[in-house]
């Protein structure tokens, strides 16, 4: 009787799973629109809130500097200006 928890895959062969057979299977266009209209926003929303976060921990940090305040009155002003 066959296990159905294991599957023996010889040496050097890469066992390839039923989703990625399917993926595989699916036409180029379909792919496209997967990640132009799913993968590519939640890139874009994790990368504005890290890079959020990121600018207003340096602004916090560099706050009390003097001469920090006199180029950068408040934290909107600074995030135009930042670039990560």
Not at 45 to 53: E, L, P, V
Not at 61 to 80: G, K, T
Request: glycine letters at 4%; aromatic letters at 16%; hydrophobic letters at 45%.
């Amino acid at each position: 009787m066959k296990s159905l928890t294991h599957e023996i895959v010889p040496e050097g062969e890469k066992k390839i799973g039923n989703i990625q057979k399917m993926w595989d299977a699916l036409p180029c266009d379909l792919v496209w629109y997967i990640y132009a209209w799913r993968a590519a926003p939640c890139v874009q929303r994790m990368w504005r809130g890290y890079r959020t976060r990121i600018l207003l921990g340096r602004y916090r940090l560099m706050r009390y500097f003097h001469i920090f305040r006199v180029f950068n009155p408040n934290v909107s002003v600074f995030l135009a200006r930042s670039r990560l």
